[in-house]
């Protein structure tokens, strides 16, 4: 027989995104409206005036949550359906595996994007150039939060513990760091703090792109090269974390 | 016919505090087998570690496994596509619907949409599971949920069928409908069963391997062990015995007051005729597996300290 990897890959995509919103699509409500809660409160209490840098936190918040989910999925299919075993145990690759539960995440997260693209449209009016720095951040954001939320699948013995560690995780790469609004508004000493997470420099590259905020071109590329090596590095980690057959 | 070659195969797990704990020592098999092959043993003797490396999800400690001609600690892709595994506690996905399930089964394993979507038709027919294809597993009874996961790995074509414990947790109807169909099924695949019930072992297996804290300690059909244990009789003699007669053969007396004794043919005989003249009820049966099983191993509801 010819193995088809495609659909091995689709497979994944099918189960872990396409047949939870169809069979229950209160979870995609869910989805869409994780990022317009904080969009909605940085509104108001601004005035309005960081709504176009709340829509840019809106986009960086999707590919954490989205990333970060991974890591309660898999833990979910391989501890509670033993899917994992089953899987070990035909031809699928624990690469197309993975890939395809990655693929899911952002399946789950395209709602949450029209919404966002919508409304960056109407408010920011941003750039061609500015467009595919965002979604380059954005990639790059999707693909170290992937690798962390893999990462934490394989140390969380059972789903409860992954959940904990999913709202944590997002709280400190989402919430707390100037996602939805600018660093220049954390006081010194503090704004230091703000540096621990890889999202203030998404963020920052984000937030210049549109000029809301202005930085020295030395420190946008420093902010670059930060994110590039946090997601090489936490990819390599998540490969040499990964079990598939167990020893 | 499969052919299992097993050599030394130990496995010995390790906590994080660095504690060993021995799962399988030194067993060793050399099998042509097909039907219904059983694994049985009390909690914690091995068998589902036994199923986990032969069907590659674990690596031993040390020794050989060859399954159909492929050593499957060394080359386990070459076996994958003739195996599927239905492990110990498995689910279906719970927001997916039977069919869904099953369709997305096959997706996994490599088949074309077209390829997986007919598969998944004619599986649900040939299972009769047309009134639950397209129902959420929470809407379905334990035993059709078992029926779907059988049906699913049953899908995919694969030669060789492991089942942990599938039947574990099921009522009795339900676990007689999956009886049939796994009886059924052993005319196409090899499958590889553990199980805790031995009347399901004796009702189902073509051939049993009994396990008892890591160690292969019988092998054989049911006829086989029965032979070579030497007591193909089990006479059992009810409550208010006075042991008035001397009784040959193994002898064992049980908590609840009652008498077994294993024998041969002719002493089984000549003492169900002495039983007859002093009027003492008896019954006599050919020896069971769970007497066997108990002789051998103790009693299967006593689990070792560890799980595995």
């Keep these: 027989m010819k193995i088809s990897k495609f659909s091995q890959l689709s497979a994944s995509v099918m189960a872990n995104a396409f047949y939870a919103m169809k069979n229950f699509p209160v979870m995609l409500v869910n989805t869409i409206l994780a990022p317009f809660g904080l969009l909605i409160i940085i509104f108001f209490v601004s005035h309005g005036t960081l709504l176009n840098v709340g829509i840019l936190g809106g986009f960086i918040l999707v590919m954490v949550n989205n990333g970060i989910s991974i890591q309660g999925d898999l833990t979910h299919l391989r501890n509670d359906m033993k ?29 949450d994007l029209i919404v966002l693209s919508v409304l960056a449209v109407i408010f920011i009016h941003i750039s061609v150039i500015s467009t595919l720095t965002v979604a380059a951040v954005m990639l790059l954001t999707f693909m170290f939060s992937i690798s962390l939320g ?47 997470s890889p999202t203030t420099f998404s963020a920052i ?40 057959r167990e020893e | 016919m499969v052919k299992l070659i097993i050599r030394n195969l130990s496995k010995i797990y390790k906590d994080k505090r660095g504690k060993r704990s021995s799962a399988l020592k030194n067993v060793s098999l050399n ?34 496994v060859y399954l159909d001609g492929v050593d499957v600690v060394k080359n386990p892709k070459e076996i994958r596509e003739r195996i599927a595994v239905i492990p110990q506690e498995a689910e279906l996905i719970p927001w997916m619907t039977a069919r869904e399930n099953i369709y ?21 027919f040939r299972f009769k599971l047309e ?49 049939s ?42 006829n086989d062990i029965r032979d070579a244990i030497g007591y193909p009789y089990a006479i059992k003699i009810f409550k208010g015995f006075k042991k008035n007669i001397r009784l040959t053969g193994k002898v064992v007396k049980k908590n609840d007051g009652t008498f077994q004794i294993f024998s041969d043919e002719i002493t089984a005989n000549n003492l169900a ?13 050919p020896t069971s597996l769970e007497d066997i099983f108990y002789m051998l191993v103790g009693d299967i509801n006593k689990g070792e300290e560890h799980e595995n």
């Design chain 1, 83 to 111: 899917l994992q075993d089953m899987l070990v145990s035909s031809p699928v690759s624990p690469a197309i595996y993975v890939a395809g539960i990655a693929l899911s995440e952002l399946v789950f997260s395209v709602p």
């Design chain 1, 150 to 196: 893999f990462f934490i699948s394989t140390i969380s013995r059972d789903v409860i513990e992954g959940w904990a560690f999913m709202g944590l995780i997002s709280m400190l790469l989402s919430t707390l760091p100037p996602v939805y609004y600018p660093i220049t508004y954390i006081p010194f000493p503090f704004r230091y703090l703000a540096y621990i």
């Design chain 2, 273 to 285: 005729k002495k039983l007859i003249n002093r009027k003492v009820k008896f019954s006599i049966n």
């Design chain 2, 181 to 222: 169909v796994l009886n059924d099924l052993k005319k196409e695949h090899l499958i590889i069963l553990t199980t805790h019930y031995l009347e399901e072992a004796e009702e189902l297996s073509d051939y049993i391997i009994i396990l008892n804290k890591g160690k292969l300690v019988k092998s054989g059909t049911i």
């Design chain 1, 205 to 244: 590259i984000a937030q210049s792109s549109i000029g809301f905020v202005k930085f020295s071109a030395s420190f946008i590329l420093t902010s670059w090269i930060v994110l590039i090596m946090v997601s090489i590095a936490l990819i390599v980690f998540a490969v040499k974390r990964s079990i598939w």
């Design chain 2, 31 to 64: 099998l042509d087998i097909n039907g219904i092959f059983t694994l049985i043993g009390r909690n914690g003797a091995g068998k589902t570690t036994f199923i986990r490396i032969v069907s590659t999800e674990l690596l031993p400690t040390a020794g050989k």
């Design chain 2, 104 to 124: 997305a089964y096959l997706l996994w394993r490599g088949f074309s949409f077209k390829e997986a979507k007919k598969r998944t038709n004619t599986i649900i």
């Design chain 2, 131 to 179: 009134k639950y294809a397209d129902k959420l597993p929470r809407k379905l009874s334990g035993g059709t949920k078992r029926k779907v996961l059988v049906a699913l790995v049953i899908s995919s074509n694969a030669k060789i069928i492991f089942l942990d414990e599938p039947t574990t947790g099921l009522d009795p109807i339900s676990r007689k409908e999956l009886w």
